[in-house]
């Protein structure tokens, strides 16, 4: 059975939740937030070895946004940190939506997002998957 845990940053419609499913080939993210938390956005992300360079490691990410939505632009390099850190595959479904926001909202609502995948990585990193 795959565990959970779950992660939040932020408050009221700035506020994120980041829920991982581990399993043991991979894990499954679910990013949501704002006023209106949804499916906007669905990211798997893949480590391999650099192209430039053989000795570091990098990622082949695929990126599915429904019509409409941004949140791909946070699925995408959330879904990435956590597959480097953990050289496993990552899926991450996001959906986060504030009514009108202007870009210092749009900033802090990303800022949110990074520090709860920061969280979970230096937790999960001191109790490896």
Do not use: W
Not at 17 to 39: E, N, R
Not at 90 to 110: F, L, Q, S, T, Y
């Amino acid at each position: 059975m795959a565990e959970q845990v779950l992660y939040t940053a932020g408050l009221g419609k700035y506020r994120v939740d980041l829920m991982v499913s581990i399993t043991g080939d991979g894990l499954v993210a679910h990013l949501y937030g704002g006023d209106k938390p949804h499916v906007g956005a669905v990211a798997i992300s893949l480590t391999r070895p650099s192209i430039s360079d053989n000795t570091k490691v990098s990622c082949n990410t695929s990126v599915i946004p429904l019509l409409g939505h941004k949140d791909d632009e946070v699925a995408k390099p959330i879904a990435e940190k956590i597959a480097l850190a953990f050289g496993k595959p990552v899926v991450v479904v996001a959906g986060i939506h504030v009514d009108n926001a202007g870009p210092e909202e749009i900033k802090k609502i990303m800022e949110n997002c990074n520090y709860v995948a920061q969280i979970f990585i230096l937790e999960r990193l001191l109790r490896p998957i």
